[in-house]
């Protein structure tokens, strides 16, 4: 079983920035692609970025690229999100999730492991 937990949520002023974490527990954190989806009330899940499990290799949404960047830790079994220029329509529950794949996943059914989320709160 493989546990995530994030932090780093919470709320700012539109331009300005959050990093969240996500520490990942319970399996060897190099065999899993990583990815960052987000949920704003009302609306689907979707997809944010995505880290392979080198950290060679990452893949963004359209709305967040150029201004959010994922990177991982393997030594420390950590997944990053830095967000700069953050908008109003950011305003969502972030979730972390871990695949049992070694490569880029921007799919939610190609996760195995979920987090609980973190909320981030963007105000104009």
């Known amino acids: 079983q493989v546990q995530l937990v994030e932090s780093g949520g919470g709320l700012v002023q539109a331009g300005g920035s959050l990093r969240l974490s996500c520490a990942v527990s319970g399996r060897t954190f190099s065999d899993y692609g990583m990815g960052w989806f987000r949920q704003a009330p009302g609306n689907e899940r979707e997809f944010v970025a995505a880290?392979?499990?080198?950290?060679?290799?990452?893949y963004y949404a359209d709305s967040v690229k150029g201004r959010f960047t994922i990177s991982r830790d393997n030594a420390k079994n950590t997944v990053y999100l830095q967000m700069n220029s953050l908008k109003p329509e950011d305003t969502a529950v972030y979730y972390c999730a871990a695949g049992r794949s070694m490569a880029l996943l921007s799919k939610a059914y190609q996760y195995d492991y979920w987090g609980q989320g973190t909320q981030v709160t963007v105000s104009s």
């Open positions: 880290i392979n499990w080198s950290g060679g290799r990452t």
